[in-house]
C-alpha cells in the first residue's frame, strides 16, 4: 500500500487547488480526497517500495540458481554424449578360433 504521507500530500494539493470560495471546506474536501485517492490505490493493488525491493532481490536470486542449473545441465549432457570406458580388447576380436566376438566360447565346443 502507497504511504499515507504521499497520499496526505496529494489530497492538500488538490483541495490548495480548488477555486477561493470552496476554501471554507477545505479540510472536508481534503479528507474525502484523501478517502477517495486510498481507494483508486487499494484497487490499483499497489506494493511498497520495500516489498518491491524484496521482489527484485528473490528474482536476481532465481535468475542466478537458474544460469547455475542450466549450465550444470550441459556440462551433464557433455558428459553423458563423450563414449566411456576404453575400447574393446583386441585379443578377443582377432581370436581366430572365435568368429563371434560377442561369444567367448568357440563355436567347435558343445
Given amino acids: 500500500m502507497i504511504e499515507t504521507k504521499i497520499l496526505d500530500d496529494l489530497a492538500r494539493r488538490l483541495a490548495a487547488s480548488m477555486p477561493r470560495g470552496v476554501s471554507a471546506f477545505q479540510q472536508e474536501i481534503e479528507k474525502n480526497l484523501r478517502a477517495g485517492l486510498e481507494t483508486i490505490c487499494q484497487r490499483l493493488d499497489l506494493v511498497t517500495r520495500e516489498e518491491y525491493e524484496v521482489q527484485v532481490a528473490l528474482l536476481a536470486r532465481s535468475r542466478a540458481k537458474l ?44
Fill in 67 to 110: 544460469a547455475a542449473l542450466d549450465a550444470r545441465i550441459t556440462m551433464m549432457e557433455r558428459e553423458e554424449s563423450q563414449p566411456k570406458g576404453p575400447a574393446p580388447s583386441p585379443s578377443v576380436a582377432q581370436n581366430p578360433s572365435n568368429p563371434d566376438p560377442a561369444n567367448p566360447k568357440p563355436s567347435n565346443i558343445e
